[in-house]
């Protein structure tokens, strides 16, 4: 097979490794523009780029994926298949149509459960103990197309999203040989979704990493480790935003005021009250400073018990 493949963040690497290492003819890559990154703003390649660079492949880098002369090119190729891992566009019906055999998705999770920008993330954050990848035929909706294969893993209860996107993104790239393996030997699989039993896994805001001290302390804790790397849990402290990286369950049934610290432990870190217990938090950054243990920010900073670790509304 004469395969397209499309993919930008480091999630599609597994994947595009995988084709090429077994031997599948990875004709192009096509990926998200090089943008500006740093503080500098230098211009910076995908990571998908990178590799594709690293192999020899033909690499194209639309702005926008249905711009016609892009299309044009990609027709010209005449690809059989299209294989598209966290590509970053939605693909037009003019792109869907192009592969003689279609295009098949790398989707992290097991659909119809999380169709959309952020299903890893939003798997953590909303405490499955399960999740998966799954493979698909892609059709114009949003995640919707029929399944071919899935694979499960279990959520390991002290992963962020970056530990356990790490882990989909190697069981993707073998579910996709696995997928196109099967295709060769024309093992065609379609399994419609349930679309009744569909949940959403929209892209993260800002405003989503707003921790709420109110909260139970289990669905704080799953939300720290969830909407890492961006934009991480936040709190307010003196009116200056501070990004909790780290945090344990203390206690389920402690009283302690959402929002207030209601002890200091400096071996440790610094416990605060929630809506039903005690999170003892364990890693943070102060908004201008750089990422560090509790135990670190306790030498220079005088935390007292009964002080507000929120905003002050």
């Known amino acids: 097979m004469n395969i397209v493949f499309m993919g930008t963040p480091e999630f599609a690497l597994p994947s595009l490794n995988a084709l090429v290492e077994h031997g ?8 998200q523009p090089d943008r500006p990154k740093g503080r500098k703003r230098i211009p910076t390649p995908p990571p998908v780029k990178v ?28 690809p059989d ?7 970053g566009q939605i693909l037009p019906s003019s792109v869907l149509r192009i592969p003689a055999i279609g295009c098949i998705n790398v989707h992290a999770s097991l659909l119809p459960k999380y169709r959309g920008a952020a299903p890893i993330q939003w798997a953590i954050i909303k405490g499955e103990t399960r ?13 919707t197309g029929d399944i071919f294969l899935q694979k499960d893993v279990d959520i390991n209860p002290e992963w ?10 190697r069981l993707g790239g073998q579910l996709l040989v696995e997928t196109l393996d099967k295709i060769k030997s024309g093992n065609i699989i379609r399994i419609p979704q349930n679309h009744a039993e569909a949940t959403y896994a929209p892209m993260l805001r800002k405003e989503d990493g707003r921790i709420d001290w109110r909260s139970k302390t289990e669905d704080i804790y799953n939300l720290i480790r969830g909407i890492q790397p961006w934009p991480g849990a936040y709190t307010m402290r003196n009116g200056v935003e501070v990004k909790i990286w780290g945090a344990r369950i203390y206690s389920i049934d402690g009283k ?6 209601v002890g200091v ?19 943070l950054q102060e908004a201008g400073r750089k990422r560090m ?11 007292n018990e009964g002080e507000l670790f929120a905003d002050e509304n």
Not at 24 to 31: E, P
Not at 81 to 87: F, G, N, P, S
Not at 160 to 165: A, G
């Open 265 to 283: 432990d400096k071996t440790r870190g610094v416990l605060i009250g929630t809506g039903d217990g005690i999170l003892m938090i364990t890693e």
């Open 24 to 31: 599948y003819n990875v004709m192009a890559v096509v990926t």
């Open 293 to 303: 243990k509790a135990t670190d920010y306790l030498v220079g900073h005088a935390l």
């Open 131 to 143: 999740t998966g990848v799954t493979t698909m035929w892609m059709d114009e909706g949003m995640d």
């Open 81 to 87: 298949l299209i294989a598209v891992v966290a590509y």
């Open 51 to 78: 590799v594709a660079q690293k192999y020899g492949i033909r690499i194209y880098q639309p702005e926008k994926i249905k711009d016609e002369a892009f299309v044009n090119q990609l027709k010209a190729l005449r």
């Open 160 to 169: 962020t999203s970056v530990d356990l996107s790490e882990v989909l993104a």
């Open 256 to 261: 302690g005021a959402p929002g207030r610290i």
